[in-house]
């Protein structure tokens, strides 16, 4: 789990000051960086979340994780952030068209630092000066829920379980 592409010319992704720290520079990412995100995501669902999922839950869940499923989202147009500490990626979100929050991961030795929260206010404040949506989702794990409550974010109903994948369908409207 290591880029090794010193991206730091100008690569950096902007989004507003209480975002963008030196300590845990935040950055665009592009499908180079698949095989790094796959493996940050990867390995936090199948430690954290999907432990109580069914095994047909956790196989579906791996396959979309996957570095060619990740360059594929990329090549679509799904935005992903990174955060990164000396070349490694220690955070990664994922939001497709700027509607859906698909991934919001940070590495273990990182989290409790702000940074999932820098990557979502980074994710949002790009979709909202895009002029896109304003209304965002998330399936949220039984253990993030209070983590995206946190964020503004509303459970829309209780757990739901698709095809052994268990998720709180949440939504969250920004502006007016």
């Given amino acids: 789990m290591g880029f090794d592409r010193g991206r730091g010319s100008g690569a950096d992704f902007q989004a507003t000051d209480a975002v963008t720290r030196p300590e845990v520079p935040i950055r665009k990412a592009d499908h180079r960086d698949a095989a790094d995100i796959s493996a940050v995501v990867s390995d936090l669902t199948l430690r954290h979340i999907a432990r109580g999922f069914s095994e047909q839950g956790r196989q579906r869940l791996a396959r979309s994780m996957t570095p060619e499923r990740i360059a594929r989202h990329i090549d679509e147009g799904y935005l992903y952030l990174v955060a990164h500490v000396e070349h490694r990626i220690v955070g990664v979100a994922g939001i497709r068209a700027c509607t859906h929050l698909y991934h919001l991961f940070v590495t273990e030795s990182y989290q409790g630092r702000g940074i999932g929260t820098r990557l979502w206010h980074a994710a949002r404040d790009h979709c909202c000066r ?10 949220a794990s039984l253990d993030a829920r209070a983590f995206y409550e946190k964020l503004g974010f509303d459970a829309v109903s209780g757990p ?9 369908p949440m939504t969250l409207s920004v502006g007016a």
């Avoid at 895009?130 to 399936?139: K, L």
């Avoid at 739901?160 to 709180?168: P, Q, T």
Wanted: aromatic share 6%.
């Fill in 130 to 139: 895009e002029g896109r949506q304003r209304v965002f989702t998330v399936n």
């Fill in 160 to 168: 739901l379980n698709r095809e052994g994948v268990i998720a709180i």
